[in-house]
């Protein structure tokens, strides 16, 4: 693969961060009802005004949103094939590079099928990104472990704390729990910046080898 292909894997993951900001933004902008702890990321993404768990929700800036799924979900798993299969070895490393795409799919079919339109296809491609995402970072974890243990160890401890986020929120779903939003986010936020950290640590680990060489 040629490395200016490489370059680009590395400075699309290093921008999935900025997704964080930009549901921050866009949340900032909702309806008073909405709340980060107890509102969903999808209410984001809603097309028009609805009762949510008793409270009204108002997206004006749904667009953006839901544009903002597609982005991301495309910037991720083309990332995952330019760099991630680049950096990450063996059989571990490859699965970890499915699992992006697959979370990549799952964020653009999110932003394709708002909730509020057509609710069974939006929990479809939703799950992907929930099951995806925390099996990449325990599949990047053990694709580093024997040649970055370090860097494994702190992304096992991401990908935990990604699925708990994860089952929790399937656990939560269709409840009226006061945190389903904090949950929520606890399962997707780690992935969007782990990425990153993966980039820059890799950068670096290479750059100090370069240095040490000579």
């Known amino acids: 693969m040629p490395r200016g292909a490489g370059l680009l894997g590395a400075a699309l993951w290093t921008l999935q ?55 991301f979900g495309c910037t991720l798993a083309l990332g995952a094939v330019l760099f991630g299969a680049r950096h990450l070895p063996g059989r571990a490393g490859r699965a970890a590079v499915v699992m992006w795409c697959v979370s990549g799919l799952g964020s653009i079919g999110v932003g394709l099928f708002p909730v509020n339109e057509d609710p069974v296809v939006h929990g479809i491609v939703a799950l992907l990104v929930f099951v995806a995402q925390p099996l990449a970072l325990l599949l990047a974890c053990l694709s580093l472990r024997a040649s970055r243990p370090r860097l494994a160890a702190a992304t096992y401890v991401v990908a935990a704390a990604s699925a708990i986020g994860s089952v929790g929120f399937g656990v939560l779903v269709g409840s009226h729990s006061p945190v389903i939003g904090a949950v929520e986010r606890l399962g997707l936020w780690p992935g969007y910046v782990w990425v990153c950290v993966l980039v820059v640590s890799t950068v670096r680990g290479r750059s100090a080898q370069t240095h040490g060489a000579r």
């Open 17 to 71: 961060p900025l997704y964080v900001l930009v549901e921050l933004l866009i949340g900032s902008r909702a309806s008073a009802d909405y709340s980060f702890a107890g509102s969903t990321v999808s209410d984001l993404g809603d097309t028009a005004c609805r009762q949510v768990r008793g409270d009204l929700l108002c997206s004006p800036w749904h667009a953006g949103m839901n544009t903002a799924f597609i982005w």
